[in-house]
């Protein structure tokens, strides 16, 4: 089943050293605001010192690289790492964080999971910047309250911790979000979500009712006091740009007691083409009880699906609907839905224990863009696309995850959530490139552009559509004008990601951080008019 895992596997591995000496950057860091700030959290707000790691703490280094997944972000030498690492274990520390933040001119930037693909929670492109990391690791408990069918969530959990505490209170509950079990719901939950019950439920957005969120003059606001314009803006306008959300009031979904998942794989040579070019009509418009995603390596086609009821429902339908695909009962492995997420994720012998362990650092470098599709890729096309992948062993490995969209995450209006790619959408695109070695660096990310630059014909137009949660730098970067963020130059990304929601966002951060406070290299500019 787990096609990312074995690939891992198959690739050396590789040790990186760390040295403190890499990692702190002293020379960038005025040791004087750095100090006021600190000073300030301890005497204003009681914050214990065991909570806040400056450069010199011991416990930084292991600290800043506790979540960072891609080792190409450890070599802080091209980036500006954190003076100052907050972890708080309280609400009044992160309000504390934000208000001497602001008193001493340092930004901060909040850390949930560490899964941005950008790194963007704990480093900064230019090197000059100076700013604190507010890590949430700490605050990350989950409260079900089975009865009502809902839960409040931190955001410091992992998707791995909530789906394992909402299947500990009642395993007739589940939740529709991502399939890797150590991405953090704050970071997650603030670009949407999607996972293997988008079909059926939609976005892990599309089911939030309520929120806390520390906002830039350091208040705590919830649903009511933050209003309907910043309740839209944070489920799904992307991370960082609008406060930092502490906790999220979800409504569970039901799941059936059994659920079936297959991993079905064909080669090119043997017809995998053909059958994908049909899957690209078909898996859209099967009913909402089935998500067939399809992961493409260079030799292989994998159909990876997911149906909410048994092998004896779920055969009479693909005969029905995927005949080509020649599905038959040695395909099915019947589990209950908690059981797919290790299966899914972390292979067939991981247990449902394994979704909480949160270490998840990968041992090679990728880069990922994203596309959406709304009109097929002809056949000869994909020819193309399986031709220009055997280029790659030259310097690593390459995947392209392709998420089909129709049911729910479709049928939601573009402008009810500031995630828009619903309707007329056939599927999503993840490219992952994969490379160890500097020199393997450079080949990889002019393979990884000159594709991205093939695909534009046959992918998503004006604009041509990405998914904020798949960060890419490559898409644009703000550009500051007198100290804020530009709304022309976020446009450039903003639109990609968000199409005409994103002058709405922009219009709601005017509103509540006209100073711009809560800013990263990609997070909504303020429209101030
Ligand atoms: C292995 C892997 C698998 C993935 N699988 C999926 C998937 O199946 N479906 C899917 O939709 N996505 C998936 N993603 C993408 C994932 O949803 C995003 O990377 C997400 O932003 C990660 O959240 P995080 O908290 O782990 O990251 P972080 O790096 O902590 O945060 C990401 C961004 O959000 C901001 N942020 C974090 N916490 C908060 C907060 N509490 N309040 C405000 N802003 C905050 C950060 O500053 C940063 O800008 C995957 C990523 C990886 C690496
Ligand atoms: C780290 O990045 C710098 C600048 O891009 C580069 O010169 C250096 O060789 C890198 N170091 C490692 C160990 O990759
Ligand atoms: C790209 O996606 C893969 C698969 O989800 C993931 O393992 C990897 O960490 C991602 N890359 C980055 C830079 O986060
Ligand atoms: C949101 O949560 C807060 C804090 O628990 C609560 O006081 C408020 O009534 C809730 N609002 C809604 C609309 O649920
Ligand atoms: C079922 O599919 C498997 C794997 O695709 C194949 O090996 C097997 O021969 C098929 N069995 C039948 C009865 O078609
Ligand atoms: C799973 O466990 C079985 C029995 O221990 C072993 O034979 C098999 O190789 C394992 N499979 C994987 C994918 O690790
Ligand atoms: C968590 O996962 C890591 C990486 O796969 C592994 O090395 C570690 O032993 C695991 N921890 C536990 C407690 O299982
Ligand atoms: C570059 O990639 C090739 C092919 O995958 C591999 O053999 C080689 O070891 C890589 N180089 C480095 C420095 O990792």
Same mark, same amino acid.
């Given at each position: 089943m787990n096609s990312s895992k074995t690939l891992l596997l198959q690739i050396v591995i590789f040790s990186i050293f760390f040295s403190s000496g890499s990692i702190?950057?002293? $020379? /960038?860091?005025?040791a004087d605001s750095s100090e006021e700030f600190v000073d300030c959290l301890s005497k204003?707000? !009681?914050? %214990?010192?065991?909570l806040v790691h400056t &450069?010199?703490?011991?416990s930084y280094t292991s600290i800043l690289k506790?979540?960072? @997944?891609?080792? !190409?972000?450890?070599?802080t030498t091209a980036s500006a790492e954190p003076v100052c690492i907050v972890t708080p274990s309280e609400t009044s520390h992160i309000q504390a964080a934000v208000v001497c933040g602001r008193r001493h001119g340092l930004r901060v930037r909040v850390r949930s999971g560490g899964h941005d693909y950008e790194g963007l929670s704990y480093r900064a492109?230019?090197? #000059?910047e100076r700013f604190a990391v507010v890590d949430l690791s700490g605050m990350r408990s989950v409260s079900v309250d089975a009865a009502s069918g809902t839960a409040w969530v931190q955001s410091g959990a992992t998707l791995g911790e909530l789906y394992h505490a909402v299947w500990r209170h009642d395993p007739r509950l589940g939740f529709q979000a991502g =399939?890797? %079990?150590?991405? #953090? =719901?704050g970071g997650h939950f603030s670009g949407g979500g999607f996972g293997m019950l988008q079909r059926k439920y939609? /976005?892990?957005?599309?089911?939030?009712v309520n929120a806390t969120l520390v906002d830039a003059r350091g208040d705590l606001l919830d649903r009511d006091s933050m209003g309907e314009d910043l309740f839209w803006a944070i489920r799904? #306008?992307?991370?960082?740009? *609008?406060?930092?959300?502490?906790s999220w009031h979800i409504k569970l979904a039901p799941v059936p007691p059994i659920v079936t998942v297959f991993d079905i794989v064909r080669s090119p040579d043997h017809g995998a083409i053909d059958i994908l070019t049909k899957w690209q009509e078909i898996a859209p418009k099967l009913p909402d009880d089935i998500m067939v995603r399809v992961i493409i390596e260079p030799q292989n086609v994998n159909f990876e699906a997911m149906y909410l009821g048994t092998c004896d429902e779920l055969l009479p339908l693909m005969h029905l609907? *995927? %005949?080509? /695909?020649?599905?038959? @009962? $040695?395909?099915c492995n019947e589990m209950t839905w908690i059981e797919s997420i290790p299966y899914i994720?972390?292979? @067939?012998?991981? $247990? =449902?224990?394994?979704? /909480?362990?949160?270490t998840s650092i990968s041992r090679v470098n990728t880069k990922n863009r994203s596309d959406y599709v709304r009109d097929p890729i002809p056949n000869h096309i994909w020819k193309k696309i399986f031709a220009m992948s055997q280029q790659v062993t030259k310097f690593g490995e390459f995947q392209m995850y392709m998420d089909p969209y129709g049911g729910k995450i479709s049928s939601?209006?573009?402008?009810? &959530?500031?995630? %828009?790619?619903?309707?007329? =959408?056939l599927y999503n695109i993840q490219y992952i490139t994969y490379w160890q070695g500097e020199a393997n660096g450079t080949e990889a990310l002019k393979w990884s552009r000159d594709l991205y630059e093939f695909m534009e014909p046959y992918v998503s137009k004006n604009p041509r559509e990405a998914y904020v949660?798949? @960060?890419?730098l490559e898409l644009g970067r703000n550009k500051l004008v007198d100290g804020i963020s530009s709304y022309d130059s976020g446009k450039a990304w903003g639109k990609r990601y968000f199409r005409d929601n994103f002058e709405r966002l922009a219009k709601v951060k005017a509103k509540v951080d006209p100073d711009d406070?809560?800013?990263?290299?990609q997070s909504i500019p303020p429209l101030l008019n």
């Amino acid at each position: 089943m787990n096609s990312s895992k074995t690939l891992l596997l198959q690739i050396v591995i590789f040790s990186i050293f760390f040295s403190s000496g890499s990692i702190s950057n002293p $020379t /960038l860091a005025s040791a004087d605001s750095s100090e006021e700030f600190v000073d300030c959290l301890s005497k204003e707000s !009681k914050i %214990p010192s065991w909570l806040v790691h400056t &450069t010199s703490s011991s416990s930084y280094t292991s600290i800043l690289k506790s979540s960072i @997944r891609n080792p !190409k972000f450890l070599n802080t030498t091209a980036s500006a790492e954190p003076v100052c690492i907050v972890t708080p274990s309280e609400t009044s520390h992160i309000q504390a964080a934000v208000v001497c933040g602001r008193r001493h001119g340092l930004r901060v930037r909040v850390r949930s999971g560490g899964h941005d693909y950008e790194g963007l929670s704990y480093r900064a492109e230019d090197r #000059g910047e100076r700013f604190a990391v507010v890590d949430l690791s700490g605050m990350r408990s989950v409260s079900v309250d089975a009865a009502s069918g809902t839960a409040w969530v931190q955001s410091g959990a992992t998707l791995g911790e909530l789906y394992h505490a909402v299947w500990r209170h009642d395993p007739r509950l589940g939740f529709q979000a991502g =399939v890797c %079990p150590t991405v #953090g =719901v704050g970071g997650h939950f603030s670009g949407g979500g999607f996972g293997m019950l988008q079909r059926k439920y939609g /976005l892990a957005v599309d089911h939030v009712v309520n929120a806390t969120l520390v906002d830039a003059r350091g208040d705590l606001l919830d649903r009511d006091s933050m209003g309907e314009d910043l309740f839209w803006a944070i489920r799904g #306008g992307g991370g960082e740009s *609008f406060g930092i959300v502490v906790s999220w009031h979800i409504k569970l979904a039901p799941v059936p007691p059994i659920v079936t998942v297959f991993d079905i794989v064909r080669s090119p040579d043997h017809g995998a083409i053909d059958i994908l070019t049909k899957w690209q009509e078909i898996a859209p418009k099967l009913p909402d009880d089935i998500m067939v995603r399809v992961i493409i390596e260079p030799q292989n086609v994998n159909f990876e699906a997911m149906y909410l009821g048994t092998c004896d429902e779920l055969l009479p339908l693909m005969h029905l609907r *995927f %005949p080509d /695909l020649a599905m038959n @009962r $040695t395909d099915c492995n019947e589990m209950t839905w908690i059981e797919s997420i290790p299966y899914i994720h972390l292979g @067939r012998n991981a $247990t =449902v224990d394994d979704i /909480l362990n949160r270490t998840s650092i990968s041992r090679v470098n990728t880069k990922n863009r994203s596309d959406y599709v709304r009109d097929p890729i002809p056949n000869h096309i994909w020819k193309k696309i399986f031709a220009m992948s055997q280029q790659v062993t030259k310097f690593g490995e390459f995947q392209m995850y392709m998420d089909p969209y129709g049911g729910k995450i479709s049928s939601i209006h573009e402008s009810a &959530t500031p995630f %828009p790619h619903r309707e007329g =959408v056939l599927y999503n695109i993840q490219y992952i490139t994969y490379w160890q070695g500097e020199a393997n660096g450079t080949e990889a990310l002019k393979w990884s552009r000159d594709l991205y630059e093939f695909m534009e014909p046959y992918v998503s137009k004006n604009p041509r559509e990405a998914y904020v949660n798949y @960060r890419d730098l490559e898409l644009g970067r703000n550009k500051l004008v007198d100290g804020i963020s530009s709304y022309d130059s976020g446009k450039a990304w903003g639109k990609r990601y968000f199409r005409d929601n994103f002058e709405r966002l922009a219009k709601v951060k005017a509103k509540v951080d006209p100073d711009d406070y809560f800013r990263n290299e990609q997070s909504i500019p303020p429209l101030l008019n």
